[in-house]
């Protein structure tokens, strides 16, 4: 009797163990349960606020902007929930995040060396306020508005080497006061939606800070002429290795930086720069358009200075057909010199000015003092003015 009794309370203690194994195990499945609707939950809340920033916020007949999904220039005149207008094609994620990092960013001089960049100033100091008046000089007799010349544009290369040249360019424009600084250049690593980037960022620069002209951007974006890309600026040499000497010697103006993919064709190119021109007038803004532009590419000195003459010689012919068959042989960017050029015409500028023209080779062999044995890999440089 005692033996069963002992079975007995084994088994109601076994049973009762059981039992409460059993109501922590409803428990436990009830709470995953509700964890389970809790991360569900989340999931659709965070879904549906992605689709209603990328699936509804524009009507159908907005215009979808490029890269970043967003207007993000600076227009004092847009109200600011404008500002605020995402693109419905093109908003993910990634993109989102990237519109609050360059909102309120400033875009970097990333290639500006201190040392270097006053080095080319010092070694511009031969060229004084009095190049540019002799310029002019050159061509009173034949200009028949004769006290009127100005310079309208220019061309300068972008290659840091060259960083001389440069600031000899600069220095020789800067003996004119202009309210925009236009700087066409290519866009070298060919990315982008667009043929044509700019943005109305402004750039932090050592000299301080350079306002890009938010008014003729903006114009661009809306005409569908151009999209934005805020990493895609800073990070191309071609505008950025220019922007501490636009601020150095012409502290007053504004930039509208302009990248041009290489695949721009004949008719883009024209209207561009004709559009540009014509937003300076239109707007009575004394500007200058410069094409940030390096010549020859991967040639002995020799070679190059064969293809250099070539190239002069068609942008001083403004021979449009031949600059646009040009390849890496004569420039890196022939639509940026076309849509100078077209500029140029529709200013009324039709004298040419070469101010320099130079190697890499010829260049390190000044730095090092000694001739080298040549490269079979050089960049060739040209400085040049477009004037009335």
């Known amino acids: 009797m005692e033996s069963e009794e002992r079975m007995k309370h084994i088994n109601r203690k076994h049973i009762n163990h059981m039992k409460q194994k059993y109501i ?3 428990k436990c499945k009830k709470h995953i349960k509700y964890f389970i609707i809790v991360i569900i939950v989340i999931i659709c809340l965070c879904t549906g606020t992605l689709f209603l920033l990328s ?3 524009h009507e159908p007949d907005k215009r979808p902007t490029e890269n970043n999904g967003l207007r993000t220039e600076n227009n004092p ?3 600011e929930s404008d500002m605020w207008q995402i693109n419905t094609w093109q908003m993910n994620t990634l993109q989102i995040g990237h519109y609050l990092r360059s909102k309120n960013e400033m875009l970097q001089c990333r290639y500006y060396n201190e040392k270097e960049f006053f080095r080319s100033v010092e070694n511009s100091g031969t060229v004084d306020d009095s190049t540019a008046t002799a310029i002019m000089d050159t061509k009173m007799d034949a200009s028949p508005k004769n006290g ?3 310079i309208y544009g220019g061309i300068v290369p972008h290659h840091l080497l060259a960083g001389d ?12 006061k202009y ?3 236009v700087v066409l250049a290519p866009n070298h690593k060919g990315i982008g939606k667009k043929s044509i980037h700019t943005g109305a ?16 951007v903006n114009s661009l974006v809306d005409s569908k002429l151009a999209g934005t890309n805020f990493e895609l600026l800073e990070e191309d040499h071609s505008v950025s290795a220019l922007v501490p000497y636009i601020k150095y010697y012409l502290p007053d103006s504004k930039i509208v930086p302009i990248l041009l993919h290489g695949n721009l064709g004949m008719y883009e ?3 561009l720069g004709q559009y540009i021109y014509g937003q300076l007038e239109n707007r009575h803004k004394k500007g200058i358009i410069i094409a940030s532009v390096d010549f020859s590419h991967y040639l002995t000195l020799e070679e190059a200075n064969k293809m250099d003459e070539i190239s002069i010689k068609a942008i001083e012919n403004r021979d449009y057909d031949m600059i646009q068959l040009f390849d890496n042989d004569y420039m890196d960017s022939p639509p940026s010199v076309i849509t100078l050029l077209s500029a140029m015409d529709a200013a009324g500028a039709k004298y040419m000015k070469i101010l320099g023209h130079s190697n890499s080779d010829l260049i390190i062999d000044a730095i090092t003092g000694t001739k080298g044995p040549g490269s079979s890999e050089t960049t060739s440089y040209f400085t040049a003015i477009f004037y009335r």
């Open 269 to 271: 190119t024209q209207r």
């Open 148 to 150: 009127n010349s100005m």
């Open 24 to 26: 922590k195990y409803l």
């Open 77 to 79: 005149s847009q109200p």
């Open 201 to 216: 960022w402004s750039w932090q620069t050592p000299f301080g800070i350079l306002e890009a002209d938010s008014d003729i």
């Open 179 to 181: 309210d925009v600084v």
């Open 165 to 176: 040249m440069i600031a000899s360019f600069f220095q020789t424009i800067a003996v004119e």
């Open 55 to 57: 699936g509804t916020c």
